[in-house]
């Protein structure tokens, strides 16, 4: 008898011989992968949905945004004053951008809904938010009774909390503040879960069911991100990194040498007297409200920003664990995006949680795609000292690293985090060096856009950059688009 026969019963009970079953095929785990995991921000990223969707639908798979929830500025920071959690705008942005489109007045008028934000002045705020709470506002128009009684319910469910949260120090500030925030802070608070309020809204959504929005990290706590400047400065809370209401002031954290304290005007007179959601001795810089700010025509960095991490309360450094479903995402993907967006506010903060590193590095995530920014802003300065694209890169590779828990790798070892580059070229956009990058094992794609007014072009043409990602990506169907000139360049 060989000797991997076995003696099986038959059904008499006698012995017969039989070969061991032959072992299937070993089938690679990367075969199998066919998701998209897209990382960015908000709003500079809606613009791309549409693209995104694109390739997914060319493929027949799942696409997964992983959205940060580290913003504090704008109506997001008076929701973190007074009831603490994260940082959800970015998440309800998206969340209503993939709204489809079908052309009924309901679905309009859900948008309408959840983007709407209230006036400037505090009074005519809340005197519209009374309006809204009561189904007296034309917002409501058209949209059914069931949903309507739906959404009403949890919008007087946040509007309880305010009152419970009322103080004589401290009361809650509805100007600029959105509806779809509102919402989404009333569902988490009345669930428990920050998770289930994403599913609620995106149930009202009706986003599509291959298509995920999630929070980097899943929680119901305020986590904040501080960044650390080449001169040894540190700045706190995204909102001072990004676009800050006042000039830019670093404050004491982690790893800082040098600071220049706030200044006196920015401190509440004894923060610890109001009673807010922030613990006793937290950083003000974290606490001061940031509804007003302006993403036009900010300042400098006094330097470059070097890393990126998360601080608690009081600006010490902790290392979070990313959201399971975003690893899990990630593990069943075999192409990661880099969208455009804010580098170090809106990319960064979901790299550089732990597991995140080491999903992506995985050589069964077979494209690392970075889709550079058109134009340069205030986290890729500064203006005397521009970031190119290189400078793009290593910035995804060393949080990349540091996500894992390693130092900053060598310029050998970005091709991990980092296999292809997407960019336009143009007095505005970041410069990048392809024969460089060639040489470390990263490809790079020329686009053509349209150009504006002036005649400088600083966004992707749609149809263009589709193609050149479903070029990296491959498809399923493979047809010919006769209909748009060549925007593509190798």
């Not at 799942?62 to 705008?89: A, C, H, K, M």
């Not at 809340?126 to 309006?131: G, I, N, V, Y």
């Not at 880099?338 to 990319?347: A, D, K, Q």
């Given at each position: ?226 960044a650390g400047l080449t001169n040894g400065d540190v700045i706190t809370g995204q909102n001072d990194i990004s ?248």
């Amino acid at each position: 008898m060989a000797p991997d026969a076995l003696q099986l019963p038959n059904s008499q009970g006698e012995h017969r011989s039989a070969r061991a079953a032959s072992p299937a095929r070993a089938v690679s785990p990367g075969s199998t992968r066919t998701g998209i995991v897209v990382f960015s921000g908000g709003s500079a990223a809606n613009n791309l949905v549409d693209v995104f969707e694109s390739v997914r639908a060319a493929n027949g798979t799942s696409l997964s945004y992983v959205i940060p929830i580290s913003d504090n500025g704008g109506s997001t920071s008076e929701i973190i004053r007074v009831f603490g959690g994260p940082g959800i705008g970015d998440v309800r942005s998206r969340l209503v951008r993939l709204i489809p489109d079908d052309g009924s007045s309901e679905t309009t008028a859900i948008k309408h809904l959840f983007n709407h934000r209230l006036p400037k002045l505090a009074a005519e705020a809340r005197s519209e938010w009374f309006d809204i709470l009561e189904a007296s506002h034309p917002l409501w128009r058209d949209i059914s009774s069931p949903k309507r009684e739906l959404i009403r319910s949890y919008l007087n469910s946040f509007n309880l909390e305010v009152v419970k949260r009322m103080r004589p120090s401290s009361r809650f500030d509805f100007s600029r503040a959105s509806v779809g925030n509102l919402f989404l802070t009333g569902a988490r608070l009345f669930t428990g879960s920050f998770e289930a309020a994403v599913y609620l809204l995106s149930s009202i959504c009706a986003v599509p069911e291959r298509v995920a929005v999630l929070p980097a990290l899943n929680t119901n706590f305020a986590l904040h991100i501080a960044a650390g400047l080449t001169n040894g400065d540190v700045i706190t809370g995204q909102n001072d990194i990004s676009h800050p209401s006042l000039p830019t002031a670093a404050v004491p954290g982690v790893g800082s040498t040098i600071h220049t304290p706030a200044p006196s005007e920015y401190d509440t007179e004894d923060p610890d007297k109001i009673e807010d959601a922030n613990l006793p001795g937290s950083l003000p810089a974290l606490r001061r409200p940031a509804i007003n700010f302006s993403k036009e025509q900010d300042e400098d960095l006094p330097s470059r920003i070097e890393r990126i991490w998360y601080i608690n309360p009081y600006g010490q450094e902790i290392r979070m664990a990313a959201n399971p479903r975003v690893l899990e995402a990630i593990n069943t993907s075999n192409t990661v995006v880099y969208s455009i967006g804010s580098l170090f506010t809106s990319l960064i903060p979901n790299l550089v949680l732990k597991g995140v590193g080491e999903a992506i590095a995985s050589p069964f995530v077979r494209n690392k795609i970075l889709i550079l920014n058109g134009t340069l802003d205030r986290e890729s300065g500064p203006s005397t000292q521009p970031f190119t694209g290189l400078d793009f890169v290593r910035a995804i590779a060393n949080a990349c690293a540091d996500s894992r828990g390693l130092p900053p790798p060598e310029e050998e070892q970005y091709s991990l985090y980092v296999s292809h580059v997407i960019y336009l070229e143009s007095a505005i956009s970041p410069i990048v060096d392809k024969p460089r990058l060639a040489q470390i094992g990263i490809d790079s794609t020329r686009l053509y856009g349209p150009k504006d007014a002036s005649g400088v072009v600083g966004r992707y043409d749609a149809k263009a950059l589709a193609q050149a990602l479903e070029t990296i990506v491959g498809r399923k169907s493979v047809r010919l688009d006769r209909s748009r000139r060549n925007t593509l360049v190798g």
